[in-house]
């Protein structure tokens, strides 16, 4: 069970980054927050926040450079697509003697192109920021600087298929690079961009892909490229926005209250394997720890309407359960429209409630009597639920189940008390 204290403090987001690493992160997984806290700055702080973040930036696209650049020498890229790189450079690259050589020769015809790109990234990402704010400015300098390499040199590849005249031997090479950029920069898309940025990019190259081929290889050709380059480009988009590649992760996190990739991730498109149920197993332990994690899911997490509709249900039956013959017990269920009760099971807890009621008002010797009318009314109670909707009814069968047993136990309790009274009024009379 969670600490009620700790809980309070961990399901409150921070209303501004505390660093650049947040910053970025945000613009990742906290979308909404980043927004947000742009949107309540003057102008002049946004410009040094994302002045400010520009070391960083520069860092990861170094980092980014090193990894791709080590994948593309390491699988031996301008072998398997030698039109996409420049003849002199397939010459040198296969005369070298050795691996570590043929890497520092890559690495250091690339590395130039990379700045270029890292820089033009950096520029355009100042001018977005003037365009489009804060988080376009973040969006395009991190996508420019991490990618920009490798549209540098599909550019340089096209650019040779054209002037070649001759597509014969190069465009299955061509394609294949400018596919696989299509999908890389749809993922990092679909990561850090909004739905407009993202279909502004995609129409941009596009346009640009199927215009250079049309030139290259006729009207229908180039549109057949573009449309391609579109479709692969909105599948990394799709990848990427519904964070297809954390899943695996996601699904081996373990979940609590306090710590889940809900907490973490405030873009989580698809239900988490096996969140529900843990979920509404702890609502029910501890319904009010789950109460504070629906009111956290409804001000930060509005993708995760069905979990919290979910929890609701869990919450309200964990209350029951926990709490059994508590003279606040009368409790109003969910009014949740798609998981909605039947007007039967409706009209059963409100007799069940009644009962309870007139138990709580009666005098001690009709409390026994009345007691046994409660629980008839709640085994009639129990056998609707077992009609009602599989995903919410469970929790509250095991309600029902704990109430009858305390209800027996009180029936007892009376009995014995009954005894004694009744065992006191005779030794009274002697």
């Not at 003697?97 to 355009?124: C, D, M, Q, R």
């Not at 990618?147 to 294949?176: F, H, Q, R, Y």
């Not at 009954?418 to 005779?426: D, G, M, P, R, V």
Request: hydrophobic letters at 45%; a positive charge.
């Amino acid at each position: 069970m969670d600490n009620s204290v700790d809980l309070d403090r961990i399901l409150v987001k921070p209303t501004q980054p505390e660093n650049s690493v947040q910053l970025l992160l945000w613009l990742i997984f906290e979308p909404k927050l980043l927004a947000d806290y742009s949107h309540d700055l003057s102008y002049r702080k946004r410009t040094w926040r994302l002045v400010k973040s520009y070391p960083l930036i520069v860092l990861i696209c170094f980092f980014g450079y090193f990894v791709s650049s080590l994948i593309i020498f390491y699988l031996e890229f301008p072998l398997l697509f030698p039109n996409e790189f420049e003849t002199l450079l397939m010459a040198e690259f296969t005369e070298k003697p050795n691996l570590f050589e043929e890497y520092i020769f890559y690495a250091s015809h690339s590395f130039f192109k990379f700045l270029t790109a890292l820089a033009i990234g950096l520029v355009l990402g100042l001018i977005q920021y003037i365009v489009g704010g804060l988080v376009g400015g973040l969006v395009v300098s991190l996508i420019f600087g991490l990618t920009g390499g490798l549209a540098i040199e599909l550019a340089e590849g096209l650019a040779n298929t054209l002037m070649m005249g001759n597509l014969t031997g190069t465009v299955d090479e061509s394609l294949t690079g400018i596919l696989s950029f299509a999908f890389a920069m749809g993922i990092a898309m679909g990561l850090m961009a909004s739905t407009a940025m993202s279909l502004t990019v995609a129409l941009a190259f596009s346009l640009l892909f199927a215009i250079a081929f049309t030139i290259a290889g006729g009207v229908g050709f180039g549109l057949a490229v573009g449309v391609i380059y579109g479709l692969i480009y909105a599948l990394g988009v799709y990848t990427g926005r519904c964070r297809l590649f954390f899943y695996p992760f996601y699904c081996l996190f373990p979940l609590s209250f306090t710590s889940s990739p809900y907490f973490y991730d405030a873009v989580i498109c698809f239900p988490i394997w096996r969140a529900k149920k843990r979920f509404g197993i702890l609502a029910t332990k501890d319904p009010e720890s789950g109460y504070k994690f629906i009111n956290f899911l409804q001000k930060y997490r509005p993708l995760q309407t069905d979990l919290q509709d979910h929890l609701s249900y869990a919450a309200h039956a964990g209350a029951w359960q926990q709490r059994p013959f508590y003279h606040d017990n009368v409790l109003k269920p969910p009014s949740i429209e798609k998981l909605k009760p039947s007007h039967e099971w409706l009209v059963q807890l409100e007799k069940v409630q009644k009962q309870y009621v007139d138990y709580q008002r009666v005098s001690s010797s009709a409390k026994k009597q009345q007691l046994k009318q409660f629980l008839i009314a709640l085994d009639l109670f129990r056998l609707q639920t077992l009609m009602e909707n599989k995903t919410w009814r469970d929790y509250y069968l095991q309600a029902i189940i704990v109430w009858q047993k305390a209800g027996k136990s009180e029936i007892r309790n009376l009995k014995t008390k009954t005894h004694a009274l009744n065992n006191e009024f005779i030794s009274s009379l002697f």
